[in-house]
């Protein structure tokens, strides 16, 4: 897109020709449905089309007189600004493909083309198109796809979204649910009437919440920690466990590679992994069997699985076989989408298999089912091998009361009910709070504060300003202020923003006030010189 301007002469006709041409290109803006960026010789956002809204989620009025550089995705930010570079630099438009981070948390592939603008023979500006590239994303795989295979992974994918966008929204809900129902059964004593009511509330509450997680889980939008660890440590650690969830009708047996390489997932996930698929081939075998647990190194060259090829590499392989009914092949394409079920009504969720999948898949792995009716089932992990020793995590000692504090907090939340339960709850352990509803306004408490601010506590995904960019800025002004941030939005997000890969404290929504009290006192309990 290049667009040079020349200076118009000052008539009445010129005048009139340049307001119906000015009239025709603003038509066409708001037709089009690529996003049209006007930028600043500083990368400033000076104009945008409402292609932008419709795509992003961002209203326009929130990204006007920003960099757009914070929209891209941080791997992609290099190979933004070296385009915007080559566009201010001269006549030829530039080009370049990145990840623009959407309001919801999603990824937006865009090819962005830009060509400088012009006015008295100068470059003032950059002119841009960004079109969106990420339902072309399958189609552009190295490794040729079938019909069938392209089919699925879109269906998945589109799955997936839905249900990370929907268990988003349940979060900030859960969270008002469970925390007022635990604030209200710490003022009911244990003989009042409500009280069981309450305590109804608070249990259903806690099952929305846990399969929330298996949705987000399952569009590979849960929040991770991820570890160097090694899968046999994993099916070791929950070996008793198998054996009673299986029942004694079922001969477990266990095959582990001594030299298994080690691989970065979640330990928590993988071990919920194991469970779901057990108890998935316990359920095939309802008259017995033999479940088998494999583990070993292999080299996948060419490999396929129900929604696309391997990537050829090096793998470490976990493989969980049953001699149960089996499965045809129609049956194999849906086993891992949410809700599907072969079992009878109310005998179970349909999301076991479909949280294994997005589980493996968020760990960058791969799955591939071998089955055939009567002749049982295997499932087949393959999780990329990586270098580096066996990361210990911390363990959660938690004390036998709530602890209490008096210091003050600074909160930000822009979801007001959510902002009033965690401050009624803040206050409630002895905290002094100060709250916000966005991160200007906090920027305009942190800078009129004369005392001490000891802990900030911020939403991570916010209109106008992120909990990172607040954070930094507040540190600066409060040196020893420390951080705790909170999101219900997806992993993503998080790494989008360097929140989990730097070690940060980081509470996930839904959560209850007994849980934000012993989070709060961790926190503030950590020592200056640790990086928060």
């Known amino acids: ?50 292609a932008f809204e419709k795509l992003t989620g961002w209203t326009c009025h929130e990204w006007l007189g920003k960099s757009i550089l914070p929209l891209a995705y941080d791997d992609d930010r290099l190979a933004m600004i070296e385009c915007l570079n080559r566009a201010m630099e001269g006549d030829t438009p530039s080009a370049c ?72 929204d349940f979060n900030n809900l859960l969270t008002i649910i469970t925390g007022y129902s635990q604030l209200v059964l710490s003022r009911l004593r244990e ?43 994993i099916v070791e650690s929950v070996d008793s466990m198998l054996q009673r969830l299986i029942g004694e009708h079922i001969y477990l047996v266990a095959v582990l590679d001594s030299a298994l390489g080690h691989v970065k997932a979640d330990a928590g996930q993988m071990e919920q992994v194991i469970v779901n698929l057990a108890v998935n081939a316990r359920d095939a075998m309802p008259k017995g069997g033999k479940l088998t647990i494999e583990t070993s190194n292999v080299d996948v060259t060419s490999q396929h699985t129900l929604d696309g090829p391997i990537v050829p590499g090096c793998y470490a392989k976990l493989s969980v076989s049953d001699t149960g009914c089996g499965m045809d092949s129609e049956t194999q394409t849906r086993i891992f989408e949410p809700f599907f079920t072969t079992k009878g009504q109310g005998k179970g969720t349909g999301l076991g298999l479909a949280t294994v999948y997005g589980i493996v898949k968020q760990s960058e792995g791969h799955i591939v089912v071998d089955s055939e009716p009567g002749r049982g089932t295997a499932f087949h992990l393959y999780l ?23 210091e003050t907090v600074l909160l930000v ?26 991160g200007f306004e ?12 000891d802990l900030l506590m911020t939403d991570v995904v916010m209109p106008q300003m992120s909990g990172r960019e607040l954070a930094d800025g507040l540190m600066r002004m409060h040196q020893d202020v420390k951080v705790l941030y909170m999101s219900g939005y997806t992993e993503q997000a998080m790494i989008d923003q360097d929140i989990l890969n730097s070690g940060n404290a980081f509470l996930q929504k839904p959560f209850t006030p007994e849980t934000l009290a012993r989070k709060v006192r961790t926190v503030l309990d950590m020592q200056n010189d640790i990086r928060l």
Do not use: W
Not at 415 to 436: H, N
């Open 1 to 50: 897109m290049y667009i040079r301007i020349a200076t118009a002469t000052r008539d009445a006709k010129a005048d009139s020709s340049t307001s119906l041409a000015a009239q025709r290109y603003r038509t066409l803006a708001e037709m089009c449905q690529d996003i049209i960026v006007c930028l600043s010789r500083e990368f400033t956002i000076l104009s945008l089309n409402p």
């Open 97 to 168: 493909e990145v990840h623009f981070l959407t309001r919801s948390g999603d990824e937006l592939k865009v090819k962005l083309s830009l060509a400088p603008e012009y006015a008295d023979g100068r470059v003032t500006g950059l002119l841009g198109l960004g079109r969106d590239m990420t339902k072309l994303k399958p189609a552009e795989d190295t490794v040729p796809q079938s019909d069938a295979h392209l089919q699925q992974a879109h269906k998945m994918e589109a799955i997936g979204r839905l249900a990370g966008g929907i268990a988003h």
């Open 191 to 233: 003989e009042d009437l409500l009280r069981g009511d309450v305590v109804e509330i608070r249990k259903a509450a806690a099952r929305a919440a846990s399969l929330t997680q298996q949705l987000l889980a399952f569009s590979r939008r849960q929040v991770m920690v991820p570890k160097v660890l090694n899968l046999n440590t």
């Open 384 to 406: 990329p091998r990586v270098d580096g020793l066996i990361e210990v995590g911390e363990q959660d000692i938690r004390p036998l009361t709530l602890p209490y504090g008096t």
């Open 413 to 438: 939340e822009d979801e007001p009910a959510v902002r009033v339960l965690i401050r009624d709850s803040l206050r409630l352990f002895g905290y002094t709070v100060l709250e916000a509803r966005h």
């Open 442 to 453: 906090a920027q305009l408490i942190g800078s009129q504060h004369t005392g001490r601010i």
